[in-house]
């Protein structure tokens, strides 16, 4: 799995020649109010809310739905198995989506690097923050001067920013110092997944892991959030000591643990957990589905710093989380932006030797964390009948 391009000066010329030539195109082509351009990660893949929305929209016709793809390799990829996606460095890019009534982001302004004119930029962010984020990243001077940059280039131009809860609405317009009214309460489609009456799961993980894994009954997910400094899985003191007696666990329970590396870090499993059988990189396996698919398919997640243990929530799926770096990662990222020791609702390790612990113990059925994940869910997500995607499309239909 490719790690994120770095935003070379090249690059950025490259981003520069294409939006200044979409701003001509985009005053002379008439709209159409159906037309839809979605992008994540600055075009480099398609994931979270806009992957959710691609699919779902393609797939019953509520919009006429592109996808902008920004790596070459990735464009090629997503071709083969999708129609509507264009190479963002493209003259076929900027044509459709300047016929585009909206924009539909899940990073930053760049990932759709076209102009805005006549167009209403939904923001749809790709997670509910612990981290440190927009103006609460503000360590250096470097942080400062990004966050008034960010602020005029990017966090202004959007129209809308997509919430979960009024806490959630309060946290963003604070982190990205936007006007309350900005902030839409429908939720995020990429939980959709995980609401009554949708189909909960269109695979089966023991089937596409059948044969290289042995068969199992509990499915540990491991997904490491990103880190500005050089990191590991399983990042503690005590790991290679640990490494036979987290084996041991797994095969005396029946248990697989999946590891997924951030898309913007990949890691690679040292050598015992590999050749163990019972821990498996999925990372770079292109058969395995968004995280949240599989989310509905585990019985423990372990992260650390990730929003996905926010989203892991609605299944109230129980929760170990890896702090063993916690004071390197808040002096390179800066304070949390909500209580993360109390908001992060489980067990916090410091050691392999704690983990093991505590993964036996929710194997075993003692689950200590049920009303902390209760009391977390209910003010990060507030309920509400029906999918967050129906709820988004209402609102496009009546802008």
């Not at 429908?186 to 189909?199: E, I, L, M, W, Y």
Request: with cysteine; net charge positive.
């Amino acid at each position: 799995m490719p790690g994120k391009s770095k935003m070379t000066v090249v690059l950025g010329i490259r981003y520069l020649f294409w939006y200044l030539m979409s701003i001509p195109v985009a005053w002379v082509v008439p709209v159409r109010k159906d037309r839809v351009i979605l992008a994540s990660n600055r075009g480099e893949g398609l994931s979270g809310n806009a992957r959710y929305l691609f699919e779902s929209w393609q797939k019953d016709g509520t919009f006429d739905v592109w996808a902008v793809i920004s790596r070459r390799e990735i464009y090629e990829e997503l071709s083969r198995q999708h129609s509507h996606i264009l190479f963002a460095f493209s003259w076929e890019a900027v044509r459709v989506s300047a016929k585009a009534r909206f924009f539909i982001l899940t990073h930053g302004r760049l990932d759709v690097p076209f102009s805005g004119f006549k167009k209403t930029i939904i923001q749809t962010w790709h997670g509910i923050p612990f981290k440190a984020i927009g103006f609460y990243r503000n360590n250096k001077v470097s942080d400062k001067i990004r966050n008034i940059l960010y602020k005029w280039l990017d966090y202004n131009s959007i129209d809308f920013f997509l919430s979960s809860s009024t806490y959630v609405s309060k946290l963003f317009s604070s982190v990205f110092r936007q006007k309350p009214d900005k902030l839409i309460e429908t939720g995020f489609p990429r939980n959709d997944v995980f609401s009554p009456g949708r189909k909960r799961h269109d695979f089966s993980l023991k089937d596409l892991l059948k044969g290289k894994v042995p068969v199992f009954n509990n499915l540990i997910l491991y997904a490491p959030t990103y880190r500005p400094y050089p990191t590991m899985y399983f990042p503690f003191n005590d790991r290679e000591e640990m490494y036979r007696a987290f084996i041991e666990l797994l095969q005396r329970t029946d248990s697989v643990c999946l590891v997924k590396s951030h898309v913007n870090q990949p890691l690679k499993l040292d050598r015992p957990l590999e050749e163990s059988g019972r821990v498996i990189d999925i990372s770079n396996d292109t058969r395995l589905p968004d995280l949240q698919k599989i989310l509905l398919q585990a019985n423990i997640l372990v992260t650390d710093y990730s929003s996905v243990s926010i989203d892991a929530l609605l299944l109230d799926l129980p929760c170990v989380y890896i702090t063993s770096d916690i004071e390197q990662y808040v002096h390179a990222t800066g304070e949390f932006c909500c209580d993360y020791n109390s908001l992060a609702s489980g067990a916090h390790v410091k050691s392999m030797e704690d983990m093991i612990d505590e993964l036996n113990e929710l194997i075993a059925g003692r689950d200590r964390y049920r009303e902390e994940r209760r009391s977390a869910r209910e003010l990060f997500f507030t309920s509400s009948s029906g999918p967050s995607t129906d709820r988004l499309v209402s609102i496009m239909r009546q802008l």
